[in-house]
């Protein structure tokens, strides 16, 4: 499985976005997907996970309330909507997938990476 995400881009605090990450391959509704951040200077960071069909969602905490993890596994697709957002969100973003829905929290976990959209909120 290969992933590319796309999405990102600069917004003022209280804007919006989108990420989309979309996979390559078959399997893609055998893995649980998340979405990570690292910010300059940090480590990557767990932000979301979706269970394989959907049903389960976990989020960091400072990102509950503004962010929605979602997925279209007819077009192999895993979604960030990122509402209200704020100088600290952000990072570059990355998505990630690992067979285990509960082990996707550790950056070191995840099985495969896709690349990462740039994410600039301004003040």
């Known amino acids: 499985v290969q992933l590319q995400a796309s999405g990102g881009g600069l917004v003022q605090t209280g804007g919006s976005l989108r990420l989309s990450c979309a996979a390559s391959?078959?399997?893609?509704?055998?893995?649980?997907a998340g979405w990570f951040r690292q910010a300059p200077g940090k480590e990557r960071e767990f932000v979301a996970r979706?269970?394989?069909?959907?049903?389960?969602?976990y989020y960091k905490d400072a990102v509950k309330g503004r962010f929605t993890i979602s997925r279209d596994n007819a077009k192999n697709t895993v979604y960030l909507q990122m509402n209200n957002l704020i100088p600290e969100d952000t990072a570059v973003y990355y998505c990630?997938?690992?067979?285990?829905?509960?082990?996707?929290?550790?950056?070191?976990?995840?099985?495969?990476w896709g690349q990462g959209t740039e994410v600039t909120v301004s003040s």
């Open positions: 990630g997938l690992h067979l285990d829905y509960n082990n996707l929290i550790l950056a070191s976990a995840v099985r495969v």
């Open positions: 391959g078959r399997t893609f509704n055998t893995y649980a």
């Open positions: 979706i269970s394989q069909r959907g049903g389960l969602t």
